[in-house]
């Protein structure tokens, strides 16, 4: 039986003055699936993943009302350090989420942050090399990489963490096919390991790694495809 672990749910939202974005929106993102998201550019693709990772909060707003669960419990609940563990974005420009000139000091510094241990650092860090396979990237300085190393970097940073829930706003448009391809490959071992993925992409070629794809448009998800699962 699939897990919920997203779960939006009448979700309706507005900005001040500003036609509703999203009125009675439903869907569901399940534990070990890849999920997309497609739409056109304005729709509210971005707010949407803003709603669901935390920076806007649907009870601060006026015009805005309906639930988004996160592994069953209201997301405005959860307290802010054990979200930012549970879920990590990974944005379109590597560059912009890059602080470091050392690979490991990017993986570190969220460890550090919860005063991990030296040795639980270690740890967690020789799994994620194990996971996405990317040992040969530890040393490097990540200004020195390509484009889709830069967000295998990202990913393992927020997989230190041990982070469950990974969304993706349109990170594969600033790299190229080869960009693609490890980035897809690191998807299929997250999503072997259990996590929940969610790619928001403009272009619907890109999301064809995903089981099932939501279409944003009309001011609600639709369910396009699934792949049987």
């Not at 600033?174 to 980035?183: F, N, P, S, Y």
């Amino acid at each position: 039986m699939k897990e919920a672990i997203v779960q939006i749910q009448g979700l309706n939202f507005c900005y001040q003055k500003e036609k509703p974005l999203f009125q009675d929106t439903r869907a569901v993102f399940y534990r070990g699936q890849i999920t997309g998201i497609v739409g056109l550019s304005g729709c509210g693709k971005s707010t949407l993943l803003r709603l669901i990772n935390g920076n806007l909060r649907i009870d601060k707003w006026p015009k805005a009302s309906g639930k988004i669960l996160i592994e069953g419990m209201n997301r405005d609940a959860w307290n802010p350090d054990e979200l930012i563990q549970k879920m990590g974005t990974v944005y379109q420009d590597p560059d912009c989420q890059i602080l470091f000139s050392h690979v490991e000091d990017e993986w570190v510094f969220g460890m550090e942050n919860y005063q991990f241990s030296q040795e639980e650092m270690d740890a967690r860090m020789a799994a994620v090399c194990d996971l996405l396979q990317i040992h040969h990237l530890r040393h490097r300085n990540p200004n020195e990489l390509s484009g889709g190393e830069k967000q295998l970097v990202i990913l393992a940073s927020i997989l230190c963490l041990e982070a469950e829930i990974f969304i993706l706003d349109e990170c594969m448009t600033q790299v190229d096919v080869e960009g693609r391809q490890l980035i897809f490959t690191a998807l299929k071992r997250l999503k072997a390991a259990g996590k929940t993925l969610i790619l928001v992409e403009h272009e619907e070629e890109h999301l064809q790694i995903a089981d099932r794809v939501y279409r944003l448009q009309d001011q609600k998800l639709t369910e396009e495809r699934e792949k049987g699962l």
